[in-house]
């Protein structure tokens, strides 16, 4: 199977095929994304929360996103969608061509076929169009948009009155308008998803919006339960299916390590395959 392009991502939608996004941070993520045939790689600014430990995806740079985008890139160099999540603070300027100089960079030094920038403003969709019209695919993000944690005032469901997804809808069709090549649909309700997804000829991705958009994304570490363990609380979103339980792996392997070498049965003779010949070792030992 060849590269995934926006065009791929555009049929799906119009054949009624689901389209399948998870994120990835690094070669190894990245490498089991593409190994599952995942269409879409979002190395996303999450990356500041599951692998950097802060408490939003805020701080996360533009410089820290590039690096993650080449790991990436080495991960799933051929054939998924690879779309690198424009950072806070990297975009949002009344002069666009600081998005575009940046988007620049996510293309040209991270290796990514797209960037995603969140919100659908006015005053955003004239960023990406302009970025569009620069020859880089954009994909939108409207709904709850964690950069602007402080602004909606935490994590919560956006959309939840009639006035309210009016407004997202509106900003759907005005990224769509701007030439997003598909939209991020992020926590609202279900119906609301619905009639997005019906009302614009780009595909919706969901996540936390119901089954009704064009295909799903969910993180990495959430859906297969990176941080699960034995004796400690795992914090999962509450619209995230767990596929998995890796981290019960992990700390699994690392116990069974740790009690070896200290019971002195790691190495072991299988395990130092190391040796001298008989006449070395009878004159160096
Ligand atoms: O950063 C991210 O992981 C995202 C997805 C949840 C859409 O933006
Ligand atoms: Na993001």
Partial sequence: PGKVTTLHIHAKKRRNEKITMVTA?????AMHVDRAGIDIVLVGD????????FETTLP?????????????K????????????????SYEYRDVDVALRNAYRMVKEGG??????????????????????????????????????NVLGGFRAQGRTAIRARSILDEALRLQDAGAFAIVLECMPANVADVITRELEIPTIGIGAGGGTSGQVLVFHDLLGMSSHPHHEE????????????????????DRFKKEVEDGSFPGREYSPYVMTKEEESSFN
């Fill in 112 to 149: 990514m076929d797209a960037v995603k920038f969140e919100g659908g403003t006015v005053a955003r969709s004239r960023i990406v169009r302009h970025v569009v019209q620069g020859g880089i695919a954009v994909l939108g993000h409207v709904g709850l948009t964690p950069q602007a944690i």
């Fill in 235 to 254: 914090f999962v979103p509450k619209f995230c299916k767990k596929y998995a339980s890796v981290g019960i792996h992990i700390n699994d392997g690392l």
């Fill in 74 to 89: 080495r991960g799933a160099p051929n054939r998924p969608l690879l779309i690198g999540d424009m950072p806070f603070g």
């Fill in 25 to 29: 941070y690094d070669y190894p993520s």
């Fill in 46 to 53: 999450s990356c500041a929360m599951v692998e950097l430990g």
């Fill in 60 to 72: 996360i740079t533009l410089d820290e996103m590039i690096y993650h985008c080449q790991a990436v």
